[in-house]
């Protein structure tokens, strides 16, 4: 007996074994994950070896580090989320990562069962955030401009990721033809005026879509829309209040990784000593004495726990702009 949600890609199951076809993501460090599709007598090869399938296959379970066949090295085995899906991605385009999803997922208020529309789909990051925040009830209609970005975009929502039923791709221009959609082959009505809880922009000119958002939204309904230049971002506040939005405002997110690390006081006196601090130096020359200097003398000795920042963080990535329809 196991418990799902209609997603497979958010499937629970009690039975936490990996099963032939499941998709898995393979964490070799924090920079590198990758998509894989149990197969038997499929291996998948890296820097640590081999890692046979049918050794994985009803053997290893979802989260279990597991070791190559020439012990070299060990990867974890994960379940798909949309966090991990966003940083596994073959990029098609240039893609949103967390910090800026998050900002969007918060100031949409996304909830199970509103109706989204996307434009441009590009390789699917937002789109997967988007629909585990709607679903089961909600429906997400992602527009991409390019026909070959639109039909892998469609292979992977309803194939490997298990989203069918809960989004619609549409290859199409959406600045020169807007976001109503019909069904072709029902004639039924998908995307009609004042029918849609949110949109959210991401176009080389934004302000050319605008109007047609303001036609698809439902009154209260809001916008979303991301660029990469201050420029873009001006043209489309622009029309925005002149096509009755308000409360408008435009964010940028930025975000700092810390890791943690062990240091000694020898390495941090030594780091002092290159960079010339005479201060500190001093500081951690003189730690020992006085009363307690045996109990700092154990401390240097053992050193400490420190988070520092990494040197290579993402810096800007875009503005988001925020507007709710009049």
Same mark, same amino acid.
Request: aromatic share 10%; hydrophobic share 35%.
């Given at each position: 007996?196991?418990?799902?949600?209609?997603?497979?890609?958010?499937?629970?199951?009690?039975?936490?074994?990996?099963?032939?076809?499941?998709?898995?993501?393979?964490?070799?460090?924090?920079?590198?994950?990758?998509?894989?599709?149990?197969?038997?007598? %499929?291996?998948?090869?890296?820097?640590? $070896?081999?890692?046979?399938?049918?050794?994985?296959?009803?053997?290893?379970?979802? $989260?279990?580090?597991?070791?190559? *066949? &020439?012990?070299?090295?060990?990867?974890?085995?994960?379940?798909?989320?949309?966090?991990?899906?966003?940083?596994?991605?073959?990029?098609?385009?240039?893609?949103?990562?967390?910090?800026?999803?998050?900002?969007?997922?918060?100031?949409?208020?996304?909830?199970?069962?509103?109706?989204?529309?996307?434009?441009?789909?590009?390789?699917?990051?937002?789109?997967?955030?988007?629909?585990?925040?709607?679903?089961?009830? !909600?429906?997400?209609?992602?527009?991409?401009?390019?026909?070959?970005?639109?039909?892998?975009?469609?292979?992977?929502?309803?194939?490997?990721?298990?989203?069918?039923?809960?989004?619609?791709?549409?290859?199409?221009?959406?600045?020169?033809?807007?976001?109503?959609? *019909?069904?072709?082959?029902?004639?039924?009505?998908?995307?009609?005026?004042?029918?849609?809880?949110?949109?959210?922009?991401?176009?080389?000119?934004?302000?050319?879509?605008?109007?047609? %958002?303001?036609?698809?939204?439902?009154?209260?309904?809001?916008?979303?829309?991301?660029?990469?230049?201050?420029?873009?971002?001006?043209?489309?506040?622009?029309?925005?209040?002149?096509?009755?939005?308000?409360?408008?405002?435009?964010?940028?997110?930025?975000?700092?990784?810390?890791?943690?690390?062990?240091?000694?006081?020898?390495?941090?006196? *030594?780091?002092?000593?290159?960079?010339?601090?005479?201060?500190?130096?001093?500081?951690?020359?003189?730690?020992?004495? $006085?009363? !307690?200097?045996?109990? &700092?003398?154990?401390?240097?000795?053992?050193?400490?726990?420190?988070?520092?920042?990494?040197?290579?963080?993402?810096?800007?990535?875009?503005?988001?702009?925020?507007?709710? *329809?009049?």
């Amino acid at each position: 007996m196991e418990a799902t949600t209609q997603s497979s890609i958010y499937t629970y199951k009690r039975d936490n074994l990996i099963k032939e076809g499941d998709l898995v993501f393979v964490y070799e460090s924090a920079d590198s994950i990758k998509q894989i599709t149990m197969k038997r007598g %499929a291996i998948y090869n890296n820097k640590f $070896g081999q890692f046979p399938h049918n050794e994985i296959i009803d053997q290893a379970e979802f $989260g279990q580090k597991v070791y190559s *066949k &020439q012990m070299k090295g060990w990867v974890y085995m994960l379940r798909p989320t949309s966090h991990v899906y966003t940083n596994s991605l073959a990029q098609r385009t240039q893609i949103l990562y967390t910090p800026d999803i998050s900002q969007v997922l918060f100031r949409l208020e996304l909830k199970p069962g509103l109706r989204v529309v996307e434009s441009g789909t590009g390789s699917g990051s937002l789109s997967t955030s988007i629909i585990r925040q709607i679903l089961p009830q !909600g429906h997400l209609f992602t527009y991409e401009f390019n026909a070959v970005r639109a039909e892998k975009a469609r292979e992977d929502f309803e194939g490997k990721l298990g989203f069918k039923g809960l989004v619609t791709v549409t290859h199409r221009d959406v600045l020169s033809n807007g976001f109503l959609l *019909k069904d072709e082959e029902s004639d039924t009505i998908l995307v009609s005026e004042n029918s849609i809880d949110a949109v959210f922009l991401d176009l080389p000119r934004p302000q050319d879509a605008v109007e047609h %958002a303001y036609k698809v939204l439902r009154k209260q309904g809001r916008l979303c829309n991301f660029s990469p230049c201050i420029e873009q971002v001006q043209k489309a506040v622009e029309q925005m209040a002149h096509v009755g939005f308000y409360e408008i405002r435009t964010f940028e997110t930025l975000s700092r990784d810390y890791i943690t690390s062990h240091l000694t006081f020898e390495s941090i006196n *030594k780091k002092t000593e290159e960079e010339g601090d005479a201060e500190v130096k001093e500081a951690g020359a003189g730690a020992g004495a $006085g009363a !307690g200097g045996r109990r &700092q003398q154990k401390q240097r000795e053992k050193g400490m726990v420190a988070e520092l920042p990494r040197a290579d963080i993402r810096g800007h990535t875009g503005y988001l702009t925020f507007a709710i *329809k009049f």
